[in-house]
């Protein structure tokens, strides 16, 4: 072999040799493990790889300007024109100061809370980086883990974007500002930057507005609550709800003995801190603030940004609040009588059932004087207006509006449970369909049908349709009640409005009903714009989902429209077209409610009385011994109806059509069916005619148009108990129980006009289109507040 050839040859067997891979003398399968040679190499040269890479990203990297939350640019507000201004959100209290103006127990508690490494790293934690970039690839970002001087930079110099990119450029800037900065001077920039609530943007102005001191002279109990907030400053204000804080301000103060800030005896003194009540804006006074505080909230969860990044960040709100219908509203309301109890407090909300926007809503007299919006965020027991989520589940499984249930007390049985529920006034019926259940609010039919049909499907629709899920243990112990329903669990009692439920999810199921089975989300925001050139960032989805049934949802409308036309709810008549709702009061008179609709607008409204945090009887009040659903609340939803619906197209509700054909569910409390009548020989009468009438004609009772104004109890058509038991029972048998054209409709209205009105409901309204005369009547007392109770679940019908 030439020279040359072997190497030639020697010099490819080292060239290959230098990973030593695969690994030479090793056979089989193992050789091509790596050897530490080239684990070593390997290792190294990622290593080199990532520290060049770094040197670029860092040389690349320039500290950027302020950006646009920064710099202050203000956020507005609209009505649904788009042009007639609301509020605006913007930066208003700002103060920097000089770190040795910022008290030491400050200083400390937000090194603690935030960063305790922060006067040993270099501006940013690695840990909290790995655990981010993890986050961020997942999709399962949850924050934390970052610097002060993170936290710092993007705040003053990026945005709160979740993204790779930006947590990348954060560390290479936090980077070049530990270099250009000392850490006493980015500490104190930080606390200058931070948001603590109450638009407050700085420890200085933080510190005045919660303690009326300076920063300065924070102790440990106000430093330590001023930190708990940095993490979540829009939680809760600390002067209504300190139990939003506690979990963090327990943390923080333990932080501080571990890292030997202060001593376990110093700890055990520290108390959560009084802290002095928000001071109010003119610019948000009356109905303004409720709207301003409720957009607020759902721009930063739709938005998913935080207060700071809304009030600097220059943008354009337009919302779905119609400017003349919120004045209409709270006309409406303010026409009440004048001489209200303590603590009354009213609700209203409309919603526009095409799109779920909400029109208009009524939140309180005054946001200065109660920031809290009764219609977004009060509860009340439901009542009667419960009613209607048994009637669609009963629907929607075979059961019909002729079907029997029972109109008298009965015990009731289930899973071994026994239950007893009397309707309004100790009123009893004899078997009534269910149309006749619905427009006279018997409790004992609906609550005959809840168990037939079960109390979990009555729950499920009431979801469905828009009622927000049952309350956690730590949402009733914490107080935020905002975003669920108090005690909506499957009972047998539940039928009757044991769930104290907000304004604005009654209202959002109503409209469910009038949208004919669509779900739309109830939202106060249309669209929201940013930047110079409007760039549209956010659209609401108006779409909706359909949840119910077309048919089962006429069914249900032809059903509520008899309570206006023959029942309860008969002053609605007022409102000149097409409408269909229900009326409820609670026991004791603690809450009074109508929820109605046409077929382009949705409203409920509800009264009820709190006092020191306690429900309280509403008691006499207008000239009224007792408020029912009937009475002020069905005024207040009429008048404004009228007006927000005048010039406005009247449109008629769908057509009744094929109920779904489901196998019907058992009635176990189903009444007997009634035995056929004998025949009786027809008295002759003295002038020859057979109805003792003249001329053979047919004597009819006078019809009377809707009252004006809602009557009182003593009002009504009297000796009414006196047919309970009797010919009622026999009218009520000849309904026919096949005829899909009136459901037993006609009958049950001839009905209506002699019952004793057994629920709460039927009493509040008598008939407008009584069959006796009332002078034929004898009077009758006023009910006391307790009567109705259904065996002491707290609700009358």
């Not at 337009?318 to 109890?341: H, I, N, S, Y």
């Not at 609906?446 to 049952?470: C, F, H, M, W």
């Not at 004793?756 to 008598?766: L, N, V």
Request: aromatic share 8%; net charge negative.
């Amino acid at each position: 072999m030439a020279k040359g050839q072997e190497q030639a040859k020697t010099r490819g067997k080292k060239t290959k040799n230098i990973l030593n891979y695969p690994r030479s003398g090793v056979h089989g399968w193992t050789r091509f493990l790596p050897s530490i040679r080239l684990l070593v190499v390997g290792g190294l040269s990622i290593i080199i790889l990532l520290c060049v890479l770094f040197s670029i990203g860092y040389a690349a990297t320039d500290v950027p300007e302020p950006n646009i939350e920064a710099t202050g640019q203000t956020s507005t507000i609209y009505y649904n024109d788009g042009k007639t201004p609301i509020g605006q959100y913007k930066v208003q209290d700002r103060k920097s100061v000089k770190i040795d103006e910022i008290s030491e127990p400050m200083r400390k508690a937000a090194i603690a809370a935030e960063d305790t490494s922060f006067y040993e790293n270099r501006g940013i934690s690695i840990k909290g980086l790995s655990r981010a970039v993890v986050g961020v690839v997942t999709n399962q970002y949850a924050g934390g883990g970052s610097t002060i001087t993170q936290q710092y930079v993007k705040n003053f110099y990026l945005t709160n974007e979740h993204s790779l990119d930006r947590k990348v450029k954060e560390m290479f800037i936090s980077l070049k500002i530990d270099q250009q900065q000392s850490k006493d001077e980015i500490l104190a920039n930080y606390l200058n930057t931070i948001y603590l609530g109450r638009r407050s943007y700085g420890i200085e102005v933080a510190s005045q507005n919660y303690f009326d001191k300076s920063a300065k002279d924070l102790d440990v109990s106000e430093s330590a609550l001023l930190a708990a907030m940095i993490q979540r400053p829009g939680a809760a204000d600390p002067a209504d709800n300190p139990e939003a804080y506690q979990d963090r301000f327990d943390y923080v103060v333990k932080s501080m003995v571990d890292e030997g800030f202060i001593t376990e005896e110093q700890a055990a003194k520290v108390e959560m801190p009084e802290v002095k009540e928000a001071s109010k804006e003119e610019s948000l006074k009356g109905q303004t603030g409720y709207m301003w505080e409720y957009v607020r909230r759902e721009a930063l969860r739709k938005l998913d940004i935080d207060e700071a990044q809304l009030d600097r960040g220059g943008y354009i709100i337009t919302t779905t609040f119609d400017k003349d219908r919120m004045k209409q509203a709270e006309k409406a309301v303010k026409d009440l009588p004048p001489d209200q109890p303590e603590g009354l407090q009213a609700g209203l909300v409309s919603i526009d059932p095409d799109s779920g926007g909400i029109e208009a809503f009524y939140g309180g007299k005054n946001y200065l004087d109660q920031a809290f919006n009764v219609s977004t965020q009060g509860h009340a027991q439901a009542g009667s207006t419960f009613k209607p989520f048994a009637l669609v589940a009963g629907l929607e499984n075979g059961v019909r509006l002729t079907d029997r249930y029972p109109g008298s007390p009965t015990t009731f049985n289930s899973d071994g449970t026994t239950w007893r529920p009397t309707n309004y006034g100790g009123a009893t019926y004899g078997p009534v369909t269910l149309l006749k259940a619905t427009q006279s609010s018997i409790n004992t039919a609906y609550g005959a049908l809840n168990i037939q049909v079960g109390p979990e499907k009555t729950v499920d629709v009431a979801q469905r349709a828009g009622l927000s899920g049952n309350c956690t243990d730590k949402q009733i112990d914490t107080g935020d009640t905002r975003n669920c329903t108090i005690d909506l669990t499957p009972d047998m009692s539940v039928v009757l409005g044991t769930p104290s439920v907000k304004v604005i999810d009654m209202a959002n199921a109503y409209s469910t009903f009038a949208s004919n089975g669509v779900k739309h989300d109830a939202h106060a925001i249309k669209t929201v714009t940013q930047g110079e050139e409007d760039e549209e960032i956010f659209k609401s989805e108006t779409k909706g989902k359909r949840v119910f049934d077309k048919a089962v949802m006429a069914e249900t409308s032809y059903a509520l429209t008899h309570v206006i036309s023959d029942g309860s709810g008969s002053y609605a008549q007022q409102l000149g077209r097409p409408a269909a709702g229900k009326t409820g009061t609670t026991d004791e008179n603690r809450a009074a409610w109508f929820s109605g609709y046409t077929p382009n607008l949705a409203t409920s409204v509800v009264l009820y009385r709190e006092v020191d945090g306690k429900s309280k009887s509403i008691g006499a009040y207008g000239g009224r011994s007792s408020v029912t659903g009937g009475s002020f609340p069905v005024q207040v939803w009429t008048e404004y109806m009228k007006d927000a619906l005048e010039g406005t197209k009247v449109e008629q509700f769908p057509e009744r059509g094929e109920l779904p054909d489901k196998p019907k569910p058992k009635n176990t409390n189903a009444p007997a069916p009634p035995p056929e009548p004998k025949p009786e020989p027809k008295a002759p009468s003295e002038n020859g005619s057979d109805n003792g009438g003249d001329g053979g004609s047919e004597d009819k009772a006078p019809i009377d148009k809707p009252s004006e104004k809602p009557k009182d109890d003593e009002d009504k058509g009297k000796d009414k108990e006196k047919d309970a038991d009797g010919s009622k029972d026999s009218e009520d048998s000849k309904d026919s129980n096949d005829g899909r054209e009136d459901n037993g409709s006609s009958k049950d209205a001839d009905d209506s006009k002699d019952s004793t009105g057994g629920s709460d409901d039927d009493e509040e309204e008598p008939p407008s289109v009584p069959v006796e005369p009332p002078d034929t009547k004898d009077p009758e007392p006023d009910p006391p507040t307790d009567e109705g109770s259904d065996g002491g679940i707290g609700v009358n019908d």
